[in-house]
């Protein structure tokens, strides 16, 4: 690898091709992110939107290319002018670093909400129980959920499940937070409170990258809108830039059709 890393850059992604089989879902992405920026990417179905995400905490190992993130390589080290793939015990090191949302919320069906929120602080010997249970109730709390911590995610909505996810994805205190379409599971009633929280955290100056089809949330937390087609990043700018006067015909089809 003969490229110099970005070490004032929360995000780094260069070059970055994923293929699954014969076909390229990523081909050539580049995308900086600056400490406390908020990127929203928009793209159709299959457009690599995911994928892209997947790459940044090494879910998916990319073909070619890098991630850093705060200037450290994502599941490899550089050797000479080669990359090469860290144990799978680095690479959970590394993911503790970077909190993920997913759309289904993959809360534990046998935990309380407060327990789904302390595992991963037990898990990786960062509090012991009664200290983790207290940092869960806390973080709980910030995501407007301070009186549900004995409840099991059957007893809770789709819209309080997703908060305790998120709650439990800052547990680790995270240099970047992941989301992959944190509402597109929920009922339309549901949505605005997870997208309360997310603006939260967007004020409070975390670093988000967000894959949404929330075009209107888009525009009104992001600093950064990333326009994905086809694998590539077709327009890339600011949320009044790329969703009212955007520069690619490709974009301008797009939002045509969703706005």
């Known amino acids: 690898m003969?490229?110099?890393l970005d070490t004032a850059a929360a995000l780094e992604i260069r070059n970055v091709h994923k293929?699954?089989?014969t076909r390229e879902v990523l081909r050539g992405v580049d995308l900086t992110v600056r400490p406390g920026g908020v990127v929203a990417i928009l793209g159709p179905s299959g457009s690599g939107k995911s994928t892209l995400l997947r790459t940044i905490n090494h879910l998916e190992q990319p073909d070619h290319g890098y991630?850093?993130?705060?200037g450290e390589l994502i599941g490899v080290e550089a050797r000479g002018a080669r990359l090469h793939e860290l144990s799978p015990r680095a690479v959970r090191r590394q993911r503790t670093r970077i909190g993920f949302v997913a759309q289904s919320f993959n809360l534990f069906p046998n935990l309380t909400a407060r327990d789904n929120v302390a595992e991963p602080l037990i898990a990786h010997k960062r509090l012991a129980r009664p200290a983790a249970y207290e940092r869960a109730t806390e973080l709980l709390a910030k995501v407007g959920l301070g009186d549900r911590g004995d409840a099991y995610p059957r007893r809770l909505s789709g819209g309080q499940q997703q908060r305790v996810a998120i709650a439990r994805?800052?547990?680790?205190e995270p240099n970047l937070l992941l989301f992959d379409e944190p509402t597109s599971a929920l009922d339309p009633e549901l949505?605005?409170?997870?997208l309360s929280v997310i603006r939260q955290l967007a004020d409070s100056g975390t670093t988000l990258i967000i894959v949404t089809h929330e075009i209107g949330f888009a525009r009104e937390v992001a600093d950064t809108v990333v326009f994905i087609d086809d694998g590539v990043i077709v327009e890339q700018g600011p949320?009044?830039?790329v969703l009212t006067a955007p520069q690619q015909?490709?974009?301008r089809e797009f939002l045509s059709k969703v706005l």
Not at 67 to 70: G, I, L, S, T
Not at 169 to 172: D, E, I, N, R, T
Not at 191 to 194: C, D, I, K, L, R
């Open 191 to 194: 949505v605005g409170e997870v």
């Open 169 to 172: 994805s800052l547990a680790l």
């Open 2 to 4: 003969t490229a110099t």
């Open 249 to 251: 015909p490709r974009t």
């Open 19 to 21: 293929s699954f089989g």
């Open 67 to 70: 991630v850093a993130v705060h």
């Open 239 to 241: 949320p009044a830039q």
